[in-house]
């Protein structure tokens, strides 16, 4: 069998807040909006924009996260998978269709003055998550106080 692709990367805007439930079975679920923009050049050569709205699911650990620490407006970035659903509308009868990105992973790039404190998780990675990995404030002067010779370097 060929191999096949499933991934989705998506840089922009929620659109409102998210809507958290639990199944029955107690899974904690996030639905939220998520807005990206394109820029193209109509006939007249004016710029216009386009955007796009997709509908994103996140579910267990990234849905808590989501739920704590997302909000209208925060900016993320979201990598999943596309997933379309069906089932029967009760009152009309007919096939109704939903086209979802399923989030493996979230990371917030809005500042805490915007609402989210820029945390990053993956949900493939179980515990360990992509945490911001810059020093902390100081660190450049303890790494300027060190002493570095020529017996230090490995080759």
């Known amino acids: 069998m060929a191999k096949s692709v499933n991934k989705v990367i998506l ?7 998210p809507e958290i439930r639990s199944t029955p079975g107690g ?25 796009e709205w997709h509908n994103l699911v996140a579910f ?24 379309t659903r069906s089932w029967d509308d009760k009152e009309s009868g007919q096939k109704r269709y939903r086209t979802e990105i399923i989030v ?12 989210s404190g820029g945390y990053s998780r993956s949900a493939s990675q179980g515990s360990s998550a992509n945490y911001d ?3 902390p404030a100081g660190a450049d002067e303890v790494a300027q106080s060190a002493e570095i010779s020529d017996e230090d370097i490995p080759f």
């Not at 840089?11 to 807040?17: F, Y």
């Not at 267990?60 to 997933?83: N, W």
């Open 104 to 115: 493996n992973d979230l990371s917030l790039l809005s500042g805490r003055d915007e609402g």
């Open 11 to 17: 840089l922009g805007n929620v659109g409102k807040d």
């Open 60 to 83: 267990t650990r990234l849905a808590e996260i989501v739920r704590d620490y997302v909000k209208k407006g925060s900016k993320l970035y979201i990598e999943g998978k596309i997933q």
């Open 27 to 51: 899974t904690m679920v996030a639905n939220f909006s998520l807005a990206t923009s394109d820029r193209q050049k109509d006939a007249q050569g004016n710029w216009q924009d386009r955007t």
């Open 133 to 135: 990995q810059r020093q």
